[in-house]
């Protein structure tokens, strides 16, 4: 037995690491019993409160980045957004001039408002359609809602076009209920103003004013806008009548340039 | 009794341990990763010897085992090897180059054990995985064995058995 001791302690290096070894075998054999999974678990459960500390440095440490990647998307998601809205409203805008167009059964072009004169004296539009199109001088230009004023000269692949809130567009209307004619023109307030109507005339707010068909640019029918003001004054021979435009100028997108003006002589059917 | 350089070693493990749970992973390059608790473990047994080189290696591998869920013991064992190993090698090589020699003796030899007794019996092909993994992680593992040999003092040369 004395001598048993003695080997050890000669080879105790050697009896240990059989020992660890045989011991790592044993465990590799037993591998998994339920108290050692008990042990796993709870080491694991430590080590998560240790991960989710780390978890957390993480999310702090990266949360300005995040801020700033989120900030980004919601500006290219807001854009985007804003982008489909407009594309819905062009959408409603064209489907309204189709309709318009299918309805009336007019020879029209279509056209982009792309741009607003440079002239001083003269407020017109650019249009992106020309004499490619077959655009030319004194054709009308109309939305649904309305007339919007002619052609004043094309080119090839553009063309200008004369608003009525210009200080040379004079256009010939007609009352609708009174059937009573006189001149439409602007004097640079924000309405339109109807010349010659005798005093003698009644004259209602919110009667319609649409071409007379007198012109030979313009055909009948077209409506003008609504009269938004009646006056009067004893030494004058005429009322003082302002005119709202039915276009709102300010905000034309997409117009029609009229190419046949005989679709619509003495229809009045784009005044509704 | 521990004394203040068992002390720290503890420390040393301990923080080993936490850093290759947490932190390892991100400075892995594709599945090559450094083995820390191993750094700590050879520079430990070249001061203390084999025997507690081997009894550290089987205890840290041990913890080491029960934190991951593959075999239990499979890690003890290599550690164990490693210890010792590294114990018995102390004072074999010239003190500049003892702690990186013994490392990538110890390294070689612990991945060797680990991936033959992990792939018995599977299709595993032994020389790829050590030309996949062992040299690369022992690469790896050397090179943080010189960042880890620059901060802290690894010849405590009269602690040493003689």
Known sequence: MKSLFGLFNQRRTLFLLLFYILLSFIL?????????????????????VVKNIEDKFTYWNNLEQENSDL???????SIENQRMQESMLENIRLRRLLKFKEEHKIDAVAANVIGFGQEQTIRSLVLDVGEKEGIAKNMVVVTEKGLVGKILDAE????????LMDRNALVSVRLQKSRETGVIGWSGNLWLDL??????????????????????????????????EVEENKYELFKKI???????FNKLEEVFVLTSSDSLMGEGKIAQ | MLNKGDLRFILYFAVALLLQLTLVKYIQIYNWRPDLLLIVLVAFALQKGPNIGMTAGFLVGLV????????????????TVAG????????KFAARTEFLLTLFICGLMHDLIYFFINTLGENFSF????????????????????????????????????
């Open chain 2, 84 to 91: 010792f190993l590294a114990g018995s090698l102390r004072g």
């Open chain 1, 242 to 248: 302002k005119v709202k435009p039915a276009v709102e």
């Open chain 2, 64 to 79: 080491q085992d029960i934190l991951s869920t593959q075999y239990l013991g499979l890690t003890a064992l290599s550690k």
């Open chain 1, 156 to 163: 090839p692949e553009q063309s200008h076009a004369q608003i």
């Open chain 1, 195 to 228: 010349n010659y109507i005798p005093k003698d005339i009644n004259v209602e707010v919110g009667e319609l004013v649409i071409t007379s068909g007198l012109s030979q640019i313009y055909p009948e029918g077209i409506k003008v806008g609504l009269v938004g």
């Open chain 1, 71 to 77: 900030r980004r998307q919601l500006l290219e998601v």
């Open chain 2, 127 to 162: 020389q790829s995985l050590v030309v996949l993994y062992t040299i690369p992680n022992l690469t790896y593992t050397i090179i943080i064995g010189v960042v880890f040999s620059y901060f802290v003092d690894v010849q405590v040369s009269e602690e040493r058995v003689i």
């Open chain 1, 28 to 48: 590799m054999t037993l591998n998994d019993p339920f108290n050692i999974r008990g042990m796993r678990i709870l080491v694991l459960q430590t080590m998560s």
